[in-house]
């Protein structure tokens, strides 16, 4: 499968972006997505995940109650909804795949991953 992410941007404290995360192939649906963020300096690091409907969903704690992840599978597509951003969330966002059947926050279990998107948040 292949991934493509985008949505990203420059933006505001305080503001909002949604990244979307498009999948080729027809199984997408059979794959648990995952966002994970990679801030400049330092290591990549979890973000949100989503199982195969959006009913299971595990966030990272930094971005718990601003961030919400979302699927729609008829579109091949994963969304994340970015509210309430700060500084910190600048970053290259990248949305993978796994097929371990379970919410995983381990970026070794994400067999596909997307090429990222970047996005700055300016104070």
């Known amino acids: 499968v292949q991934l493509q992410a985008s949505g990203g941007g420059l933006v505001q404290v305080g503001g909002s972006l949604r990244l979307s995360c498009a999948a080729s192939?027809?199984?997408?649906?059979?794959?648990?997505v995952g966002w994970f963020r990679q801030p400049p300096g330092k290591e990549r690091e979890f973000v949100a995940a989503i199982g195969y409907s959006s009913s299971g969903t595990w966030y990272g704690d930094p971005v718990k109650g601003r961030f919400t992840i979302s699927r729609d599978n008829a579109k091949n597509t994963v969304y994340l909804q970015m509210n309430s951003l700060r500084p910190e969330d600048t970053a290259v966002y990248y949305c993978?795949?796994?097929?371990?059947?379970?919410?995983?926050?381990?970026?070794?279990?994400?067999?596909?991953w997307g090429q990222g998107t970047q996005v700055t948040v300016s104070s």
């Open positions: 993978a795949v796994q097929r371990k059947g379970r919410l995983s926050q381990w970026i070794s279990e994400y067999e596909y």
């Open positions: 192939g027809s199984t997408f649906s059979s794959y648990f």
